[in-house]
């Protein structure tokens, strides 16, 4: 069974930077798939990026795509969302989930993806 730690949330200002990280323990396969998810108060939970364990492609949803970048680690079984420019728009709580498919695609869909971490509270606000 997969687990995932999520790190690095907190507060920062407008414009200001985070880099949250997502450890994965457990047997990751080279047709995985990391997402970065996250949920606000009130709101449904929306798909922010995603990045394939074989080969590094990625995609962003429209609102990060610019300011956000994901990477990752793969002998650390680690990805990484380094999150700049932040906006208070971006406040949520951010999710690590993993996508197991039999062919390697990338996803913002939530319901695509089989393991999820706890979250990370993200705010910003002056």
């Known amino acids: 069974q997969l687990q995932l730690v999520e790190s690095g949330g907190g507060l920062v200002q407008p414009g200001g930077s985070l880099r949250l990280s997502c450890a994965a323990s457990?047997?990751?396969?080279?047709?995985?798939?990391f997402g970065w998810f996250r949920q606000a108060p009130g709101k449904g939970r929306e798909g922010v990026s995603c990045i394939t364990v074989n080969d590094g492609r990625t995609d962003y949803a429209d609102s990060v795509r610019g300011r956000f970048t994901m990477s990752r680690d793969n002998a650390k079984n680690t990805v990484y969302l380094q999150m700049n420019s932040l906006k208070p728009e971006d406040t949520a709580v951010y999710f690590c989930a993993i996508m197991r498919p039999w062919i390697p695609t990338l996803s913002l869909t939530p319901s695509a993806y089989d393991f999820w971490g706890q979250g990370t509270q993200v705010t910003v606000s002056s």
């Open positions: 457990g047997f990751i396969l080279g047709r995985d798939v």
